[in-house]
């Protein structure tokens, strides 16, 4: 590659990294995960949505609980043809010698379908309320990843700031030593090749930043907002799942878990809408009391009947069965949920022990070491007492590192996070 063709890919690249910086957001806000998570279950709309469904699912417990109204029917004639003047018709005769019936009917539920239908109510209001903190869990999880994420993005590209930074100014000297002989073309270009490569690197992490950025905002209900991250590192160091009994995080999650609980109302709504089925095999019956004047040959005819169905031929088998069914189903689906619950607290156990395994062996002051030792390179290698090789052989060791330690800082608060989703509680607070 010619120098002219590498100084256009590095002009290229520097002007996208200057377009990201200058993205259009409107405002700039640094914030702790408690405040995030206050903006959070306040402006979710997925949240809020759900809630209405919280709310509605209530009103259906109230309208299950309202006796079903009496109906009311009236007949009146339109012409009596019987009328002795006027030419023997009258329209809608009202005297005594015409037709009027009023009757009144009430259906009574028997077999305890009106108890039934209200416990159903009741148990899918319940479900809502899992449901909805279920959503919450999930969402928060993502939250907090999306937190996290951006706050250690954003400490590898300040890496990658100061080593882009200093590569500059190495090849702003590079380039007056080079009018003057004292370097070769190739070592200039390999410092520009090695400063296209850094840049390249912090665009891809600029760009993941940006999808973070552009995550946590639509989490929050916010728009064009660039969060700064604020948090204390006290939780990853005093941080030990080793301490933890593996059995206890089960049992916890076996009750806290809100997908649980939905499988376990799932369970139940389908039990309970069998007993329904098996009532509604059961005919209810229909009272009526009336009064009608000439209708029958009694004048002024007042009555009082009772009506139900026959059950023989439809008495509810095929919803019967399909109920049964149906809870079966759900009882397997029930299994299948807590071997799922146990599966994700064992995940997320074992792999918080192996991350806090790596990081209790990682040297804490190894990344500020290198950051020493790194400008001490710069100086060796500006007064000729390193070889180019060797400078650029340094400072990728010195990025990589960095940027490892910064991933493994995000594994270890992102295993504290996994094993509170996977638990279902925040047992471990930050």
Same mark, same amino acid.
């Given at each position: 590659?010619?120098?002219?063709?590498?100084?256009?890919?590095?002009?290229?690249?520097?002007?996208?990294?200057?377009?990201?910086?200058?993205? /259009?957001? &409107?405002?700039?806000?640094?914030? !702790?995960?408690? +405040?995030?998570?206050?903006? %959070? *279950? =306040? #402006?979710?709309?997925? @949240?809020?949505?759900?809630?209405?469904?919280?709310?509605?699912?209530?009103?259906?417990?109230?309208?299950?609980?309202?006796?079903?109204?009496?109906?009311?029917?009236?007949?009146?004639?339109?012409?009596?043809?019987?009328?002795?003047?006027?030419?023997?018709?009258?329209?809608?005769?009202?005297?005594?010698?015409?037709?009027?019936?009023?009757?009144?009917?009430?259906?009574?539920?028997?077999?305890?379908?009106?108890?039934?239908?209200?416990?159903?109510?009741?148990?899918?209001?319940?479900?809502?309320?899992?449901?909805?903190?279920?959503?919450?869990?999930?969402?928060?999880?993502?939250?907090?990843?999306?937190?996290?994420?951006?706050?250690?993005?954003?400490?590898?590209?300040?890496?990658?700031?100061?080593?882009?930074? /200093?590569? &500059?100014?190495?090849?702003?000297? !590079?380039?007056? +030593?080079?009018?003057?002989? %004292? *370097? =070769? #073309?190739?070592?200039? @270009?390999?410092?520009?090749?090695?400063?296209?490569?850094?840049?390249?690197?912090?665009?891809?992490?600029?760009?993941?930043?940006?999808?973070?950025?552009?995550?946590?905002?639509?989490?929050?209900?916010?728009?064009?907002?660039?969060?700064?991250?604020?948090?204390?590192?006290?939780?990853?160091?005093?941080?030990?799942?080793?301490?933890?009994?593996?059995?206890?995080?089960?049992?916890?999650?076996?009750?806290?878990?809100?997908?649980?609980?939905?499988?376990?109302?799932?369970?139940?709504?389908?039990?309970?809408?069998?007993?329904?089925?098996?009532?509604?095999?059961?005919?209810?019956?229909?009272?009526?009391?009336?009064?009608?004047?000439?209708?029958?040959?009694?004048?002024?005819?007042?009555?009082?009947?009772?009506?139900?169905?026959?059950?023989?031929?439809?008495?509810?088998?095929?919803?019967?069965?399909?109920?049964?069914?149906?809870?079966?189903?759900?009882?397997?689906?029930?299994?299948?949920?807590?071997?799922?619950?146990?599966?994700?607290?064992?995940?997320?156990?074992?792999?918080?022990?192996?991350?806090?395994?790596?990081?209790?062996?990682?040297?804490?002051?190894?990344?500020?070491?290198?950051?020493?030792?790194?400008?001490?390179?710069?100086?060796?290698?500006?007064?000729?007492?390193?070889?180019?090789?060797?400078?650029?052989?340094?400072?990728?060791?010195?990025?990589?590192?960095?940027?490892?330690?910064?991933?493994?800082?995000?594994?270890?608060?992102?295993?504290?996070?996994?094993?509170?989703?996977?638990?279902?509680?925040?047992?471990?607070?930050?």
């Amino acid at each position: 590659m010619t120098l002219t063709k590498l100084q256009a890919y590095i002009f290229l690249t520097l002007i996208s990294i200057d377009l990201f910086s200058q993205e /259009s957001y &409107k405002d700039t806000l640094r914030i !702790s995960l408690q +405040q995030a998570d206050s903006i %959070f *279950i =306040s #402006k979710n709309l997925s @949240l809020l949505a759900e809630r209405c469904n919280v709310n509605a699912s209530i009103a259906q417990v109230i309208q299950a609980k309202l006796f079903q109204n009496p109906t009311l029917s009236v007949n009146q004639n339109v012409i009596n043809t019987e009328y002795q003047s006027n030419g023997g018709r009258k329209w809608f005769d009202y005297t005594d010698k015409g037709e009027t019936s009023i009757q009144i009917d009430k259906l009574f539920l028997l077999a305890g379908k009106r108890n039934k239908q209200i416990k159903l109510a009741q148990m899918n209001s319940d479900k809502e309320g899992h449901v909805y903190f279920d959503l919450l869990r999930t969402l928060k999880f993502s939250m907090h990843s999306s937190f996290y994420n951006i706050y250690f993005l954003n400490r590898i590209l300040k890496v990658y700031d100061r080593e882009i930074d /200093s590569l &500059k100014k190495l090849i702003s000297v !590079s380039e007056e +030593q080079y009018k003057k002989e %004292f *370097i =070769s #073309k190739k070592e200039l @270009l390999r410092l520009k090749a090695t400063l296209f490569s850094l840049e390249s690197e912090q665009l891809d992490y600029s760009t993941q930043c940006t999808g973070m950025l552009t995550d946590l905002n639509l989490l929050m209900h916010t728009s064009n907002i660039r969060y700064l991250p604020q948090f204390g590192f006290n939780i990853v160091d005093d941080f030990s799942p080793a301490n933890m009994q593996l059995k206890s995080l089960i049992d916890t999650a076996m009750i806290s878990r809100y997908d649980l609980k939905m499988a376990q109302s799932d369970l139940s709504i389908s039990q309970m809408n069998l007993a329904y089925q098996k009532a509604l095999a059961v005919p209810d019956i229909t009272i009526s009391g009336g009064w009608d004047r000439n209708g029958s040959f009694i004048h002024n005819y007042n009555y009082l009947g009772i009506q139900t169905a026959l059950p023989l031929f439809n008495r509810n088998q095929g919803n019967i069965k399909s109920a049964r069914l149906i809870a079966e189903s759900n009882k397997y689906k029930l299994e299948g949920a807590e071997e799922q619950i146990k599966a994700d607290v064992i995940s997320a156990y074992t792999n918080a022990l192996e991350t806090t395994r790596l990081y209790s062996q990682f040297d804490k002051n190894f990344i500020d070491d290198l950051d020493k030792i790194s400008q001490e390179m710069l100086r060796n290698f500006e007064k000729g007492n390193i070889s180019l090789i060797e400078f650029i052989d340094y400072y990728d060791a010195y990025k990589q590192n960095a940027v490892q330690f910064n991933k493994l800082m995000y594994n270890l608060i992102n295993s504290i996070e996994n094993i509170n989703f996977s638990v279902g509680k925040n047992i471990i607070i930050k």
